[in-house]
């Protein structure tokens, strides 16, 4: 093993290692509980959490891949017209925060909660995580195989079935992967449509009692829901070769005649309009029609300005911790990679109050000197859209041709000159899709930020969210439009970039 090899792999276990300090602090709470975590964990309202966030999670990922395939096919495969339009508006709903979205759908119709509610805000904030990098293989794959399918006389249908979804299985996995992640972790969008989850019963725990031993055991079973979604997505992934290293070029894919193409563009018109037109436009009646609504050009300034550091500063440190964990695992494929990748989706998975309150202990007990600190903040945004960052790059990492790595070095190029000049613009937008998919997630994070921030410190989620709570929907309409504005841009960077 060289030396660049042996570092890269040494900063990949330091943040495998990282990742694993929630799990570890929900370990040690299990520990301290002592025999009571039997009777925390066996109870009838652990069962009925543990339904609702099972259907939840089953649904919302089953119907976010659903959906996301088919408009990637519909977009990049068939002869629908204006294809960069209809990418720009599917990528959208990626600037609308979930809670936001369920802000929207409630003020519209107060009697929208419990499963249906969820399932469809849910869906509709989330299914761009999959159609991002499944259009994203439609579009760079090499059409051959499926010429060749239909030159032996299959139907798109059967091609689509038996070419196509195999090589799109390593995106839709991923894809669906990061919703159901999601899901397991989200708080605000669930707690205003009024639908328990463990997520959410973990947050009002903490809140009600100082003992968070009743807290900890339902993050435990948590744990374990995402133990079984990661075992699930690696049974499926199984490791195959996406790069092409053949003489040439491979040609654009032939794009299908579309049949009863207004029916497809009015049902694809859809969900940009319930995903973008219901939340903005009830933002805008709060704001045309509360005695609450104001603009205060102080507090504003102040938030967004903290927002934007926050976001690049989360993106930055979360895309730089993912690097070598996606190097490990497409270039040095082994057992230890694998376990290294699997712990870095832990933090995912966990509500941000969790991961919050690990590192504050792991802050108390060994370094003080980081408590209340950006850098804590920072290491929390890191902890949790590990994720985000890692799809993106190892997505990236399979379609570059490691075959480049080794001309590269037998000309006796160093390896760290050899990533820098190959490696990394091979990569490039891999890199720079997770940098901005990780900066839309920092901004409208709220329960870590809520809990590590420094005192003083105010965000544009924390600021809707103090103002929702108070039922004081006009004076949270700018914050929340301004999220939006500030996300608009980072999305519209991912729509270049497909």
């Known amino acids: 093993m060289t030396w660049f090899a042996g570092t890269q792999r040494a900063a990949a276990v330091a943040v495998g290692l990282l990742a694993l300090l929630p799990l570890a602090y929900v370990a040690t709470g299990l520990i301290e509980a002592g025999g009571d975590t039997a009777s925390l964990v066996l109870r009838p309202r652990v069962g009925e959490l543990l339904t609702n966030t099972v259907v939840l999670v089953v649904l919302g990922v089953a119907a976010c891949v659903l959906i996301g395939t088919a408009a990637a096919w519909l977009v990049e495969r068939t002869d629908l017209p204006g294809r960069p339009l209809w990418t720009a508006l599917l990528i959208a709903p990626l600037a609308v925060p979930a809670f936001v979205n369920s802000f929207g759908w409630f003020s519209l119709r107060p009697s929208f909660s419990g499963l249906g509610a969820a399932l469809t805000v849910t869906t509709l904030s989330y299914y761009p995580l999959v159609y991002l990098p499944v259009a994203a293989v439609l579009r760079g794959g ?6 060749i399918a239909r030159s032996l006389g299959h139907t798109i249908s059967r091609t ?8 799109l299985r390593p995106a839709v996995l991923g894809g669906g992967l990061l919703v159901g992640l999601h899901l397991l972790a989200e708080f605000g969008a669930l707690q205003s449509l009024r639908y328990d989850t463990f997520t959410t019963a973990i947050y009002d725990q903490y809140q009600s009692t100082f003992d968070g031993s009743a807290a900890t055991a339902l993050a435990a079973v948590l744990v374990l829901l995402c133990l079984l979604l990661l075992g699930g997505e690696l049974a499926f992934n199984r490791q195959t070769r996406l790069s092409r290293t053949g003489s040439g070029t491979a040609r654009p894919p032939r794009r299908h005649p579309l049949p009863a193409r207004p029916l497809w563009v009015v049902a694809l018109a859809l969900l940009p309009l319930a995903a973008l037109g219901v939340p903005i436009g009830t933002l805008v009646h709060w704001l045309l029609t509360s005695t609450s609504a104001a603009f205060p050009a102080g507090p504003l300034l102040s938030a967004t300005g903290t927002t934007l550091m926050l976001a690049l500063g989360g993106a930055a440190v979360t895309t730089a911790l993912a690097l070598p964990v996606a ?45 209340q600190s950006t850098a804590m903040l920072l290491t929390a945004y890191g902890l949790l859209f590990l994720p985000r960052a890692m799809v993106s790059l190892r997505a990236a990492l399979q379609q570059a041709p490691p075959e480049l790595d080794d001309v590269g070095r037998s000309l006796g190029v160093r390896p760290h000159a050899v990533l820098l000049r190959v490696g990394l613009p091979l990569i490039a937008r891999g890199l720079g899709a997770g940098f901005v998919l990780v900066f839309l997630a920092v901004v409208t994070e709220l329960t870590s930020t809520l809990l590590l921030a420094p005192i003083g ?4 989620a924390t600021q809707f969210w103090n103002a929702t709570s108070e039922i004081n929907y006009g004076a949270a309409a700018p914050y929340a439009l301004l999220m939006i504005l500030i996300s608009a841009p980072a999305a519209w960077l991912l729509v270049r970039r497909a």
């Open 327 to 371: 190097w490990l695992v497409v270039r040095r494929r082994g057992r230890l990679s694998t376990v290294i990748e699997r712990s870095t989706y832990v933090g995912n998975s966990l509500p941000g109050i969790v991961v919050a309150l690990a590192l504050i202990t792991a802050g108390i007990r060994w370094l003080p000197a980081l408590y």
């Open 160 to 167: 689509f079935v038996r070419v196509t979804l195999p090589q």
């Open 142 to 147: 090499d059409p051959a195989h499926e010429e």
């Open 457 to 460: 410190t105010r965000t544009l």
